[in-house]
Each structure stands twice: as structure tokens, then as C-alpha cells.
């Protein structure tokens, strides 16, 4: 089992940033595929950003240059930095981990709880 916890979400104005973090326990490995995934309401939950050993994260469209997603090992923790936010980025943050290197939530069998994430103009 793998339990992850969100933390960073918050209210902020259009155009500022926000860091979230991803803390990972239990049954925890370094070659496991760490993905952020976002749902704002009356929407499925969308891709936002891969972490995987071994490769370059992958971002989704909508977020490449703007977020950023990393590592830190020793802490088993994914950090998801969120710069330029806009009102589009208004979701609950899920940190998810999964064995496949996929967009695919479905695929991801491990979820935290998430983390609220408003953004006002």
C-alpha cells in the first residue's frame, strides 16, 4: 500500500503561484510513476503532469511553462509548482501513483486526498 498526502492548495489571485506537495509512505519506490491530475467541478478529472524515473516529466498543454513538477527522494515527496495561475487552474489537486507511465488515471491505483486550488481574476 502507498498513502499520499496533498498539502499547498489555497485561494489566490490570477497570475500568482502556488506550490503543492505530495508526501508518499508506505510501500514507496523511486521507479514509481507519480502523475497530478485536477477536477474542477462538473468535469472528469484531467491530466496535468508526470513524474517518472528515468525521463522527462510530461505536462499537459494547458500547463506546460507555467508548472512544474519534481522529486526529492529523501523526502519521498512530488512537489507540483504552479506559476502564472489563471482562473482555468480552479480544480481540487490530486496527486496519484501508479506502475505505468500513462495519462490515463484509470490507471493510477494509489490517490491522495486532494488539495483546493481556487484561482479569482
Known amino acids: 500500500q502507498v498513502q499520499l498526502v496533498e498539502s499547498g492548495g489555497g485561494s489566490v489571485q490570477a497570475g500568482d503561484s502556488l506550490r503543492l506537495s505530495c508526501a508518499a509512505s508506505g510501500r514507496t519506490s523511486s521507479t514509481l510513476t507519480m502523475g497530478w491530475f485536477r477536477q474542477a467541478p462538473g468535469k472528469e478529472r484531467e491530466f496535468v503532469a508526470i513524474?517518472?524515473?528515468?525521463?522527462?516529466?510530461i505536462y499537459a498543454e494547458s500547463v506546460k511553462g507555467r508548472f512544474t513538477v519534481s522529486r526529492d527522494n529523501a523526502k519521498n515527496t512530488v512537489y507540483l509548482q504552479m506559476n502564472g495561475l489563471t482562473p482555468e487552474d480552479t480544480a481540487v489537486y490530486y496527486c496519484?501513483?501508479?506502475?505505468?507511465?500513462?495519462?490515463?488515471?484509470?490507471?493510477?491505483?494509489?490517490w491522495g486526498q486532494g488539495t483546493q486550488v481556487t484561482v479569482s481574476s
Open positions: 496519484a501513483a501508479g506502475r505505468f507511465l500513462t495519462r490515463d488515471p484509470g490507471n493510477y491505483g494509489y
Open positions: 513524474y517518472y524515473s528515468g525521463g522527462s516529466p
